[in-house]
């Protein structure tokens, strides 16, 4: 019988260790009957038999030594973060599934606050309309209540990450890093902001692992594994993004591509894919009918964020009559305003469409983009 | 015989005293010019043999030896021609015994054409002026082609139109006309007007407090939103050059043979290089220096658009003229001094396609490719531009139902007011415009007027400003205030300088 918070210890322990592939570790637990029992082995018993190459099994017990799960602990208690592993009810049940999920999984925020997962992947170096299609997906995913899961990569993640947010909804961010390291580091108000809104950062690395290349590939699996379905935005042939969408088919997932022109370099990934058969994506229709049947239960047809928009409200009736009147002329235009826009528009001179522009942005309705003025809200 | 005359030199846009001594002795012929001389001027034998033959007098077939005094400074010039010619005449006996005083009162510059015409040199202007600044009552032979210029330094100033001419005065045998300024030309309008750009309300209100506050620009928007139109136009709101601006100008163009009709330029000016000059010829330099675009827009605009391509040498050799108005160019004989005071005007594309932003056009360029575009222009020389300015197109049917816009007229009044303000804010600190106030002057005539605290607490939480670009708002809310003629910086001044210093956000938090 064996001693359930010890071997959640021992599981935790073998996550730390980067040099064994997860899926031979889950075989080592098989082999031996538990975690514990795989760390009390020595390298000669490990490779004769467990399969291991005997330098391979050298270099895992030496790595062994080198963790310490009380550290892991205690460093995810001081940042807020939770360490969950098989053993636990709270393991998300979705990449409970997967060939080899991760022996732990660290969690920063409420993963149950999250419903019918979707993972939007693509590339760092997007185009306007990679920009444009994620931004207007993420959006859609969280009017309808669904929740946005990506990896806070430059680019199409980011993009689809601060839609999410912004729209209310409620998003995931799979790190290929240690919680306690921001990785882009220009994303670190991004990552805060996710977990305001009730989102979550979640990685299988510990806490202070730093942003290893090899790390990223492993990420991804778990972008999928949490994910009912993938939809890949933009992203070439050899790109993160349809790693994940192939992670995705293997364990059994949807894969879903956004179409772009043929002539584009960052499309060349969806198209192919969507040639092998994966489902196009126009809008958020066409996600939603993907999904499995029981990823819908249970969900309203749009979740509305209360307590934003009365706080909107509020914001918008507290507002001086000049700054109603420009938030009605950027609200009514097409694509946003910019000064002159506005100035043409209501016939001011600049100064007062100044004091109008400065008391709306900084009660964030509206947000400037190179020279427009858009509202947020 | 010797014989001895005075001419000038020129170091930088300034002028000095030259002395030609000229020897003419018995032994083998021989002619030969000591005291530093440069290629151009060993090769004014040619000229001067042939001039003065072909004048009428017969070459001495002598050991000739000239002498340009002081010895050690280099020379350079073709305006050495007239005095070592004369200096020939003079040491071979055809300046008369009485007349040998008049060569001690005068002045020659002029390059000789072989028949003994007098050709036009760059550089009179500030050769005159450095004479009559250091006390000389002397006076100017000139060629009849320089004599308006002349005529600017307030030097008396006698035209000559031929070697023999200028003979003929010395000796007394004839006069020759003085020098009479040209008539001033009506400002000019060649570039444009301000009511001619239609909307682009706030793109032109950013450019009035530029003009107000000398404070320098980077306009960013995709092409055809009228960045180059705006710029061409910008010096005309900017007031009428005062003499003595007009005066620096000339010289800076004299010296490098620019001015139009030998006339006093008396309109900014507006230099506008390619992208694709050196840093040299941006800035000033060359083995025999010469004043750069920088300097050639002295008291105007200088206007680089396309500001991202040009090289990054070219970019930051700026530094030095938009920080302390001046170019130095340091040689292994001579260190030289431009001045530079200019107001920079730079555009750019917002992307390397230039379509970012754009309503109609798609961009295509990555955040990766617009972050390198952008990081070009590095942080030392943006540090220097207080206004940023974006612009977008605007549509055809908007454009149609404009109006006009103010006229130059108009709006330049408000600038002149504003600069007036300022004129007094800043007497006997050295300090010419709001752009240039340091940490001590910005405290003391940028006091926060009540409540602007919590003002600039919110700019900077909610909009992403740092402390130093509130230094940059509150300089700008400076002129705003002096362009509203109101003696404190009010709230709304302040706010409206945010406005002008969009690139300074860091709310986008996606990179495009």
């Known amino acids: 019988m064996i001693n359930r918070e010890e071997e959640i210890l021992a599981r935790i322990r073998l996550n730390a260790v980067s040099c064994m592939r997860t899926d031979w570790l889950l075989r080592l637990i098989e082999l031996y009957g538990g975690a514990e029992e795989v760390l ?64 732990a999984l660290y969690v920063k925020g409420d993963l149950a606050l999250g419903r019918a997962p979707v993972g939007i992947v693509g590339t760092r170096n997007p185009t306007d309309y990679g920009v444009r299609s994620a931004a ?85 699996r778990i972008i999928s594994g949490l994910s009912y379905a993938t939809v890949v935005i933009e992203g070439d042939f050899k790109s993160g993004a349809l790693i994940t969408a192939r992670a995705a088919l293997e ?73 109603k009147s420009a938030c009605g002329a950027i609200t009514g235009s097409e694509g946003g305003l910019n000064m002159d826009g506005l100035v043409h528009t209501l016939g001011w001179p600049v100064q007062r469409a100044a004091a109008a522009l400065f008391e709306l942005e900084t009660s964030s309705i509206i947000t400037q983009s190179a020279d427009k003025y858009k509202t947020t809200v | 015989m010797l ?30 010019v000591v005291g530093l001389p440069d290629a151009g001027i060993k090769e004014s034998k040619d000229r001067v043999v042939a001039a003065v033959r072909n004048s009428g007098f017969d070459f001495p077939v002598k050991k000739i030896t000239v002498n340009l005094a002081p010895a050690e400074v280099k020379k350079t010039g073709t305006h050495f021609d007239l005095p070592i010619a004369l200096g020939v005449l003079a040491a071979s006996g055809k300046v008369k015994k009485e007349a040998a005083a008049r060569l001690e009162t005068a002045v020659f510059i002029g390059e000789l054409a072989l028949d003994g015409a007098l050709r036009p040199v760059i550089g009179v202007l500030p050769m005159l002026l450095s004479l009559k600044q250091s006390g000389s009552r002397k006076i100017a032979i000139v060629p009849v082609e320089n004599s308006a210029e002349a005529a600017l330094s307030g030097l008396d100033c006698l035209a000559a139109g031929s070697l023999k001419e200028a003979l003929d005065w010395i000796n007394g045998a004839a006069e020759l006309s003085p020098c009479r300024p040209a008539e001033r030309e009506l400002r000019a309008t060649a570039l444009g007007d301000f009511s001619e750009v239609k909307n682009q309300a706030f793109a032109k209100r950013a450019l009035e407090i530029a003009a107000a506050g000398s404070h320098n620009v980077i306009m960013i928007g995709p092409p055809g939103t009228g960045k180059s139109m705006l710029a061409r136009r910008f010096a005309s709101i900017l007031p009428p050059l005062t003499d003595e601006e007009a005066l620096e100008v000339t010289k800076i163009y004299s010296v490098i043979g620019l001015i139009k009709s030998s006339r006093l330029i008396t309109e900014r000016p507006f230099r506008e290089p390619h992208h694709t000059i050196s840093d040299a010829a941006l800035i000033g330099g060359g083995t025999n220096p010469r004043p750069g675009e920088v300097s050639l827009a002295h008291n105007g605009v200088l206007f680089l658009d396309e500001f991202t391509e040009f090289s990054r040498p070219a970019i930051e050799s700026l530094r030095e003229p938009l920080e302390s108005w001046k170019v ?185």
Request: net charge positive; proline share 6%.
């Open chain 1, 251 to 323: 364990q059994g997932r949807e894969v879903l591509a956004l179409p772009g022109p043929v002539d584009s370099v960052m499309s060349r990934g969806p198209n192919m894919l969507i040639k092998n058969g994966a489902a196009l994506v126009e809008g958020v229709a066409d996600i939603i009918a993907s999904l499995p049947p029981e990823a819908l239960f249970g969900l309203a047809p749009v979740r509305h964020d209360r307590r934003a928009e009365k706080a909107a409200a509020g914001r918008l009736s507290e507002l001086s009559p000049d700054a």
């Open chain 2, 3 to 32: 014989s001895k005359l005075h001419t000038s030199g020129l170091r930088g846009i300034d002028g000095f005293n030259i002395r030609v001594e000229v020897d003419v002795a018995k032994g083998l012929p021989t002619y030969a």
């Open chain 1, 40 to 103: 009390s082995k020595s390298a000669g018993e490990l490779s004769a038999d467990g399969g291991l190459s005997p330098e391979t099994a050298g270099n895992f017990v030496s790595n062994l030594s080198a963790t310490d799960p009380h550290k892991e602990l205690e460093a995810a208690r001081k940042s807020g973060a939770r360490i969950f592993t098989a053993l636990d009810g709270y393991f998300p049940e979705l990449l409970g599934k997967i060939y080899d999920p991760p022996l």
């Open chain 2, 328 to 512: 130095t160019v340091s040689r292994v004989k001579e260190t030289v001094v431009y001045p530079a005071r200019c107001l920079l005007v730079a555009a750019m594309n917002p992307c390397p396609c230039g379509y970012l932003g754009h309503d109609v056009r798609e961009c295509s360029c990555t955040p990766l490719q617009v972050h390198k575009y952008r990081a070009k222009v590095s942080g030392p020389i943006m540090d220097r531009i207080d206004l940023h300015l974006q612009l977008s197109p605007i549509k055809f049917a908007d454009w149609e139902a404009l109006p006009r816009g103010e006229t130059s007229r108009t709006v330049g009044e408000r600038v002149a007011a504003a600069m007036a303000a300022q004129r007094v804010r800043f007497k006997d600190s050295g300090i010419r415009a709001n752009a240039f106030m340091g940490v001590r002057e910005l405290r003391e005539h940028c006091r926060l007027p009540e409540g602007a605290a919590g003002l600039l607490e919110t700019a900077m939480n909610k909009l992403g400003f740092s402390a130093r670009s509130l230094d940059k708002i509150l300089k700008i809310s400076r002129t705003v205030a002096d362009l509203d003629g109101s003696p404190e910086v009010k709230k709304a001044h302040i706010i409206e300088a945010m406005q002008y210093r969009a690139l300074d956000k860091t709310t986008e938090l996606v990179a495009k």
């Open chain 1, 136 to 220: 207007r997906l993420a959006r859609e995913l969280s009017a309808s209540g669904l929740t946005v899961v990506s990896g806070l990569a430059r680019g199409i993640d980011t993009v689809a990450h601060d839609a999410s947010v912004k729209s209310g909804g409620v998003t995931w961010a799979v790190l290929g890093a240690g919680l306690n390291i921001c990785y882009p580091r220009e994303n670190k108000k991004l990552a805060e902001s996710i977990l305001e809104r009730d989102g979550a950062l979640v990685s299988e690395f510990p806490m202070d692992a730093g942003p290893m290349p090899a790390n990223f590939p492993r990420r991804n």
